[in-house]
């Protein structure tokens, strides 16, 4: 237990020192998405790795962060700080009717029906012009001309979702997510009331999703519906984020993004654009032969050195 | 006031009548055992007792409360707990996490549940796999594990579906002892069995269905007179 302390100290020294050597701003940029993404996993991996929903909608909830905190700008000219305010508790509100409708369905219906309302969204917000003012997007002035505000900012939330993931799964709610994936049937006859907390797995996974979203708009100043509610860039991105990381393990989503964000830039730097199509092999072989993910496979191996289970991961079933 | 009565209970699947106007009643404190060939509608039963099907007709009565309607967490909530023929172990939660589950109904903290979960465990003779994952389970063992999972509810009336199906001789004496401690502790049992010698060693009354009807209704030793439950299991020529 010392050393694990002792470990995340020197992980907190690190994450806030080094940032400061970096002189490159893309270099900054990068941490500043790989936490970004590292983020939006936590908030994914509640519902998804936890809980067993796997949402192909997350886009929804982010993309509703962002255009509250732009609108906010557009339409009032209030500044879109206060969009982090706003966004969270505007992605949770929606979420709260999206669920009792969605968590009538189980497995891959629901997955699909989540997949459709990011769809939905992205729709709405392209053609709702008057609103939203569609595909020409918001753009807004950003605050700082430096990354580095940015950073910290965004290194507060991630810390933030990380903490709320491992209060949640260390108490009964964690059990009780985890029973419900494992089986629901069985989880409903031990008496836990499954809609209700697939409910509360889901809600904080939106309003993480949704603050990220805000962050966003403030941060890269531009967004439009195809940015923020992309299902193949955002909703699925999550996904393949945590999956190389490690569903329902703490610390996957965080290592899953640095290795994504890694890897995508190294191709793209590479290979140009013809990037996407070595990086989707390797998206493939990775989920082909490691469906644990890093921190997964990690806990395997621990578990298989030192004889016991470590974390809710998982093996597939 | 019955403790636990079904009245007129009827369940129709499309056209397939599975339970046809079914009433009993079941005493507290008492191991209530139902019989009957395969299909006779057994499990159908415990599956509209603990909520998981809804009635066509007839109503559920329990401590003099209706329950038919209510959903399976609430039905667990007020009291009755089951197990599943088809056991449904939480494969990937270890024995200890699973019965944990069961035991953060009625306590919310971490350590408490533990402790509980622990107490079952070792009152099913299930302790020394507490660490191990469910998956990795023998039947026997998973079987157990149903019990110690449902008990870890603290029920009042434990629903037992097949509970010695598939067991060796010496396993299901196991399970015979087992039933037998938790009707001590206090908890009243129904017991589905196609193992008559289970249900027969420990039954204080017994339900004889089939095709969804009761057919005979008495003691362990009337049940196994009875030519209308020789009939259903052996045919027409023995009764």
Same mark, same amino acid.
């Given at each position: 237990?010392?050393?694990?302390?002792?470990?995340?100290?020197?992980?907190?020294?690190?994450?806030?020192?080094?940032?400061?050597?970096?002189?490159?701003?893309?270099?900054?940029?990068?941490?500043?998405?790989?936490?970004?993404?590292?983020?939006?996993?936590?908030?994914?991996?509640?519902?998804?790795?936890?809980?067993?929903?796997?949402?192909?909608?997350? /886009?929804?909830? #982010?993309? =509703?962060?962002?255009?509250?905190?732009?609108?906010?700008?557009?339409?009032?000219?209030?500044?879109?700080?206060?969009?982090?305010?706003?966004?969270?508790?505007?992605?949770?509100?929606?979420?709260?009717?999206?669920?009792?409708?969605?968590?009538?369905?189980?497995?891959?219906?629901? /997955?699909?029906?989540?997949?459709?309302?990011?769809?939905?969204?992205?729709?709405?917000?392209?053609?709702?012009?008057?609103?939203?003012?569609?595909?020409?997007?918001?753009?807004?002035?950003?605050? #700082?001309?430096?990354?580095?505000?940015?950073?910290?900012?965004? =290194?507060?939330?991630?810390?933030?979702?990380?903490?709320?993931?491992?209060?949640?799964?260390?108490?009964?709610?964690?059990?009780?997510?985890?029973?419900?994936?494992?089986?629901?049937?069985?989880?409903?006859?031990?008496?836990?009331? %499954?809609?209700?907390?697939?409910?509360?797995?889901?809600?904080?996974?939106?309003?993480?999703?949704?603050?990220?979203?805000?962050?966003?708009?403030?941060?890269?100043?531009?967004?439009?519906?195809?940015?923020?509610?992309?299902?193949?860039?955002?909703?699925?991105?999550?996904?393949?984020?945590?999956?190389?990381?490690?569903?329902?393990?703490?610390?996957?989503?965080?290592?899953? /993004?640095?290795?994504?964000?890694?890897?995508?830039?190294?191709?793209?730097?590479?290979?140009?654009?013809?990037?996407?199509?070595?990086?989707?092999?390797?998206?493939?072989?990775?989920?082909?032969?490691? +469906?644990?993910?890093?921190?997964?496979?990690? %806990?395997?191996?621990?578990?298989?050195?030192?004889?016991?289970?470590?974390?809710?991961?998982?093996?597939?079933? | 006031?019955?403790?636990?009565?079904?009245?007129?209970?009827?369940?129709?699947?499309?056209?397939?009548? %599975?339970?046809?106007?079914?009433?009993?009643?079941?005493?507290?404190?008492?191991?209530?055992?139902?019989?009957?060939?395969?299909?006779?509608?057994?499990?159908?039963?415990?599956?509209?007792?603990?909520?998981?099907?809804?009635?066509?007709?007839?109503?559920?009565?329990?401590?003099?409360?209706?329950?038919?309607?209510?959903? +399976?967490?609430?039905?667990?909530?007020?009291?009755?707990?089951?197990?599943?023929?088809?056991?449904?172990?939480?494969?990937?939660?270890?024995?200890?996490?699973?019965?944990?589950?069961?035991?953060?109904?009625?306590?919310?903290?971490?350590? /408490?549940?533990?402790?509980?979960?622990?107490?079952?465990?070792?009152?099913?003779?299930?302790?020394?796999?507490?660490?191990?994952?469910?998956?990795?389970?023998?039947?026997?063992?998973?079987?157990?594990?149903?019990?110690?999972?449902?008990?870890?509810?603290?029920?009042?009336?434990?629903?037992?579906?097949?509970?010695?199906?598939?067991?060796?001789?010496?396993?299901?004496?196991?399970?015979?002892?087992?039933?037998?401690?938790?009707?001590?502790?206090?908890?009243?049992?129904?017991?589905?069995?196609?193992?008559?010698?289970?249900?027969?060693?420990?039954?204080?009354?017994?339900?004889?269905?089939?095709?969804?009807?009761?057919?005979?209704?008495?003691?362990?030793?009337?049940?196994?007179?009875?030519?209308?439950?020789?009939?259903?299991?052996?045919?027409?020529?023995?009764?």
């Amino acid at each position: 237990m010392g050393r694990k302390k002792w470990l995340l100290a020197a992980g907190v020294l690190v994450a806030l020192v080094f940032p400061l050597g970096l002189r490159v701003p893309y270099h900054q940029h990068i941490l500043i998405m790989i936490l970004v993404w590292a983020t939006l996993g936590n908030a994914w991996n509640l519902l998804g790795g936890y809980a067993g929903q796997a949402s192909f909608g997350h /886009a929804a909830f #982010f993309g =509703l962060g962002a255009y509250s905190a732009g609108l906010l700008v557009h339409h009032l000219g209030i500044s879109p700080w206060w969009g982090m305010l706003l966004g969270p508790p505007v992605a949770t509100a929606f979420a709260l009717p999206i669920g009792l409708v969605c968590f009538r369905l189980r497995g891959p219906y629901f /997955a699909l029906a989540t997949l459709a309302l990011g769809e939905i969204f992205r729709l709405v917000f392209t053609n709702w012009v008057a609103f939203t003012n569609g595909a020409r997007g918001i753009l807004i002035l950003p605050e #700082f001309t430096r990354k580095l505000p940015y950073y910290y900012i965004m =290194l507060a939330i991630f810390a933030l979702s990380l903490v709320m993931v491992r209060v949640m799964v260390n108490s009964k709610l964690g059990y009780y997510f985890v029973s419900i994936r494992e089986d629901q049937d069985a989880a409903e006859a031990l008496g836990i009331p %499954a809609t209700r907390y697939k409910l509360y797995a889901l809600l904080p996974s939106a309003f993480i999703t949704g603050l990220v979203g805000a962050f966003y708009m403030n941060y890269v100043a531009f967004i439009d519906p195809h940015v923020v509610f992309s299902l193949g860039d955002v909703s699925v991105m999550i996904i393949l984020v945590v999956m190389m990381g490690g569903v329902a393990t703490l610390w996957g989503p965080a290592v899953g /993004a640095a290795i994504y964000l890694a890897l995508s830039e190294a191709f793209r730097a590479r290979f140009g654009a013809v990037s996407l199509l070595p990086f989707g092999v390797l998206v493939c072989l990775v989920i082909l032969f490691m +469906p644990n993910g890093v921190m997964g496979e990690a %806990a395997r191996l621990g578990k298989r050195l030192a004889g016991r289970r470590e974390g809710w991961g998982g093996e597939p079933a | 006031m019955s403790y636990l009565e079904l009245r007129g209970v009827t369940k129709d699947f499309g056209g397939l009548r %599975a339970v046809d106007n079914l009433s009993f009643e079941v005493e507290q404190g008492e191991i209530f055992g139902i019989i009957g060939p395969n299909g006779s509608g057994k499990t159908t039963c415990f599956n509209l007792i603990n909520g998981f099907y809804p009635l066509t007709g007839g109503e559920i009565h329990f401590r003099g409360r209706r329950i038919d309607g209510l959903p +399976p967490h609430r039905i667990c909530e007020l009291g009755i707990a089951r197990t599943f023929q088809v056991v449904k172990p939480l494969r990937r939660m270890t024995v200890l996490e699973n019965v944990m589950a069961g035991a953060f109904l009625r306590e919310s903290r971490v350590a /408490a549940a533990r402790r509980r979960a622990r107490e079952v465990l070792e009152f099913c003779g299930l302790a020394h796999r507490a660490d191990v994952e469910a998956k990795s389970l023998t039947i026997a063992d998973r079987k157990r594990l149903e019990i110690a999972r449902a008990l870890a509810t603290q029920p009042e009336v434990l629903l037992l579906d097949e509970t010695a199906a598939g067991l060796n001789p010496r396993e299901c004496e196991e399970a015979i002892a087992l039933i037998q401690r938790i009707r001590q502790s206090g908890v009243t049992v129904v017991v589905v069995e196609h193992v008559m010698k289970v249900i027969m060693g420990i039954s204080d009354r017994v339900l004889a269905i089939n095709f969804g009807r009761e057919i005979a209704r008495g003691t362990p030793g009337e049940i196994a007179r009875h030519p209308e439950v020789i009939r259903a299991y052996l045919g027409e020529a023995h009764a």
